[in-house]
Nanobody
Framework: QVQLAESGGGSVQAGGSLKLSCTAS????????MGWFRQVPGKEREAVAV????????YYDLSVQGRFTISQDSTKNAVYLQMKSLKSEDTAMYYC???????????????????????WGQGTQVTVSS
C-alpha cells in the first residue's frame, strides 16, 4: 500500500505562485510514475502533470504548459508541482497520484486520460482569486 501526503495548497491572487509537494510512504524507487490531477466540484477530474520517477516522458495538460513545472526528488520519493502565473480557472482540489506498475509511454498516456492510478492522496485545495 502506498500513502501519498500532499501539502502546499492555499489561496493566492491571480498571477501568483504556489508549490505543491507530495511524498509517498514507500522506499525510494518503489513508484514508477507520480503526478498531479485536479478536480472542481461538479466536473470530472483532469490530469495536470505526470512524470516517470525514473526519468523520461513528462506529461502536461495543455492548459498548464509553460506555467506549471513538475519535478521530483527521487531520494525522498517526492514529487512537486511549481505553479506560476496562476489563473482563477486553476482553482481546484489537487490530488497527488502514483503507480508502481511499469508503463510504456502509450500505457501512461492511457492511464493519464482515464485517471487510472492505483494510489491517490487526500487532496490539497488551491484557490486563485481574480
Amino acid at each position: 500500500q502506498v500513502q501519498l501526503a500532499e501539502s502546499g495548497g492555499g489561496s493566492v491572487q491571480a498571477g501568483g505562485s504556489l508549490k505543491l509537494s507530495c511524498t509517498a510512504s514507500v522506499d525510494p524507487g518503489s513508484t514508477t510514475c507520480m503526478g498531479w490531477f485536479r478536480q472542481v466540484p461538479g466536473k470530472e477530474r483532469e490530469a495536470v502533470a505526470v512524470l516517470y520517477t525514473g526519468g523520461g516522458v513528462t506529461y502536461y495538460d495543455l492548459s498548464v504548459q509553460g506555467r506549471f513545472t513538475i519535478s521530483q526528488d527521487s531520494t525522498k520519493n517526492a514529487v512537486y508541482l511549481q505553479m506560476k502565473s496562476l489563473k482563477s480557472e486553476d482553482t481546484a482540489m489537487y490530488y497527488c497520484v502514483a503507480t508502481r506498475t511499469g508503463l510504456s509511454p502509450y500505457d501512461l498516456a492511457v492511464r493519464v486520460h482515464k485517471g487510472e492510478f492505483e494510489y491517490w492522496g487526500q487532496g490539497t485545495q488551491v484557490t486563485v482569486s481574480s
